[in-house]
């Protein structure tokens, strides 16, 4: 395991890859992005109007 860590820092792409599949499988992530994505701007736009 920490020779496979050891690699992944030292192969920037390797790592780049590794991270993207992790946050594919995030649910955690995939709510932030959503609400992000989706409720964020409203809540903006609301804000913006009301001051």
Do not use: W
């Amino acid at each position: 395991m920490a020779s496979s860590m050891r690699s992944l820092f030292s192969d920037h792409g390797r790592y780049v890859e590794s991270f993207r599949r992790f946050l594919s499988h995030s649910t955690e992530h995939q709510c932030m992005q959503e609400f992000m994505d989706k409720k964020l701007p409203g809540i903006i736009a609301r804000y913006q109007n009301c001051c």
